[in-house]
């Protein structure tokens, strides 16, 4: 009986460990993209989905996320960075592939100092600036 609890905390403990591989999977292992599917068993009734898609660049930053649910698109946004990495973009979209709204960040010495949330139209939903203590 220990033995079959010491393996499943193993099988636990290493399946666990997935998910943060694959979110950080981008930047470490050069990969270009991610799709997760899901096979769903109902009675004799294979139903498989697509689950999400991430793209990346070459330096392993998101440039697009995609989710959905049953097959049919709930989220999807689209990113873009500056030359030190940093999300300077945000886009918003639609399940139809419309522009909701998109944020657009400034940076000053590698510290994130606005965030401008913007409609469709361009037009001025919020704004957050960062001030920031040092010592």
Sequence with gaps: MKTVKTIILVI?????????????????NK???ITISEEKFDMLIKKQYK???TYFDQNGNI????NYKQGDVTKHFKYQYDADN????????DPSGRLI????YKFNNGLRVEKIVY?????????????YTTF
Aim: charged residues 40%; negative net charge; glycine residues 6%.
């Design 119 to 131: 409609d469709a139209n361009k037009k001025v939903k919020s704004k957050k600036s960062y001030t």
């Design 101 to 104: 709204e998109f944020s657009e």
């Design 51 to 53: 689950e999400s898609e």
């Design 86 to 93: 940093n999300k300077i973009r945000e886009e918003e979209y």
């Design 63 to 66: 440039l697009e996320e995609i």
């Design 31 to 33: 990969i270009k993209s």
């Design 12 to 28: 636990l403990f290493l399946g666990g460990n997935q998910p943060t591989e694959c979110q950080n999977s981008g930047r470490n």
